[in-house]
């Protein structure tokens, strides 16, 4: 049986500014243990996090992140 501390999962969140997607990330990775396993530009100047975690940590760090962007 697999235990919800071996389950990983991703989550994403773009941003419609880099500062704000800089800012929502060191946000993120202060709050919860998770791993930026991407975060670039993209089209326009728009900006992508893609991180992985427990359940929890990426809930709460997308949670995070959607209130600071």
């Not at 697999?2 to 800089?22: H, N, Q, T």
């Not at 929502?24 to 893609?50: C, F, H, N, Q, W």
């Amino acid at each position: 049986m697999i235990s919800e501390k071996e389950i990983v999962v991703l989550g994403a969140l773009e941003f419609s500014s880099i500062v704000v997607g800089y800012m929502a990330m060191d946000e993120m990775v202060k709050i919860a243990p998770i791993t930026i396993l991407d975060a670039r530009t993209i089209s326009s100047g728009k900006y992508l996090i893609i991180f992985s975690g427990d359940v929890a940590s990426v809930e709460y760090a997308f949670s995070k992140g959607r209130e600071t962007g």
